[in-house]
């Protein structure tokens, strides 16, 4: 069975939450906070991690930092351990969107 996910997340709304270093701290890990220069990455990241959880059907059942959203090295992002999840992320003009797809 699969299962879809998304979320879209308005990037001026990250971008005022990114200057508390709790909020950086509680929903970003170590590594996405080193991948992503500008707000809008990280609001891609944010709805990425978001789109999982719709897709599992669990809603925020753990601490968002503890979902890691990495990328290759052409860019590609995906779930960090999970090997049966494939996601997706775009930015454009003020909203950053992702989708996840579970099987």
């Not at 979320?7 to 200057?19: C, L, Q």
């Not at 990280?42 to 719709?54: S, T």
């Not at 601490?63 to 992002?77: A, F, Q, R, W, Y």
Request: some cysteine; proline content about 2%.
């Amino acid at each position: 069975m699969y299962s879809i996910g998304t979320d879209i997340v308005k990037i001026s709304r990250i971008e005022k939450s990114v200057k508390s270093d709790h909020f950086l701290k509680r929903v970003f890990t170590q590594k996405e906070r080193e991948y992503a220069k500008k707000a809008e990455s990280l609001a891609g990241i944010f709805a990425c991690k978001e789109a999982y959880l719709k897709a599992l059907g669990t809603g925020i059942d753990r601490p968002l930092n503890e979902i890691e959203i990495l990328h290759t090295e052409k860019g590609k992002p995906y779930v960090n351990g999970v090997d049966n999840c494939d996601v997706s992320i775009s930015h454009d003009g003020e909203y950053a969107i992702a989708a996840a797809i579970i099987w």
